[in-house]
T-cell receptor
Framework: DQQVKQNSPSLSVQEGRISILNCDYT??????FLWYKKYPAEGPTFLIS?????DKNEDGRFTVFLNKSAKHLSLHIVPSQPGDSAVYFC???????????FGAGTRLFVKA | DTGVSQDPRHKITKRGQNVTFRCDPI?????LYWYRQTLGQGPEFLTY????????KSRLLSDRFSAERPKGSFSTLEIQRTEQGDSAMYLC?????????????FGPGTRLTVL
């Protein structure tokens, strides 16, 4: 049972354009959502998070949007840079946060 | 550097051997997690500790797997009688419990190859 789904295995974007990575979840008990970035041979690196009491959180070039009614969140990267090329994982957890569920990841390619 | 560290980074072993991995969390973090990641998948939860207490174990964690965090600081994950299906990246993460959110910070992982 995949509680967190990233339906696009890969995404290719031109440098300078916007990258939009999508994530859907099924468990309405999730109230905290995170995005991680992973380069090859490294562990995931925390990127940005959002609590269910918000619908948007912004940090520099990265913005996460949460649509609770649709159980959908997205990560926007603008402008995209070649160094953003990595695998991006969406993750979700419930109150207390002890069990975080990850999606399968989306590989982003930013072309120069 | 005060991030999460893991040792070793790579381990190649023969089927049937025992292996042990170590994780050193960020020093002030009271929670420590172990995950397993296989190709094309996100990290899968294995177990977690709050201080020295192991509070949850996934059904993925068979009786060949055991984890400890004896003094609430570093943790070890042992796999006994390894099988080829145990080949994966084993990730450790730590967090500081507070205000209902739990942002976990990951180490670089230990890649296990069972021949």
């Amino acid at each position: 049972d995949q509680q967190v789904k990233q339906n696009s295995p890969s995404l290719s974007v031109q440098e300078g354009r916007i990258s939009i990575l999508n994530c859907d979840y099924t468990n309405s008990m999730f109230d905290y959502f995170l995005w991680y970035k992973k380069y090859p041979a490294e562990g995931p690196t925390f990127l940005i998070s959002i609590s269910s009491i918000k619908d948007k959180n912004e940090d520099g070039r990265f913005t996460v949007f949460l649509n609770k009614s649709a159980k959908h969140l997205s990560l926007h990267i603008v402008p995209s840079q070649p160094g953003d090329s990595a695998v991006y994982f969406c993750a979700a957890s419930g109150t207390g946060g002890f069990k975080t569920i990850f999606g399968a990841g989306t590989r982003l390619f930013v072309k120069a | 550097d005060t991030g999460v560290s893991q040792d070793p980074r790579h381990k190649i072993t023969k089927r049937g051997q025992n292996v042990t991995f170590r994780c050193d969390p960020i020093s002030e973090h009271n929670r420590l997690y172990w995950y397993r990641q296989t190709l094309g998948q996100g990290p899968e939860f294995l177990t977690y500790f709050q201080n020295e207490a192991q509070l949850e174990k996934s059904r993925l964690l068979s009786d060949r797997f055991s984890a400890e965090r004896p003094k609430g600081s570093f943790s070890t994950l042992e796999i006994q009688r390894t099988e080829q299906g145990d080949s994966a990246m084993y990730l450790c993460a730590s967090s500081l419990l507070g205000r209902g959110t739990d942002t976990q910070y990951f180490g670089p992982g230990t890649r296990l190859t069972v021949l």
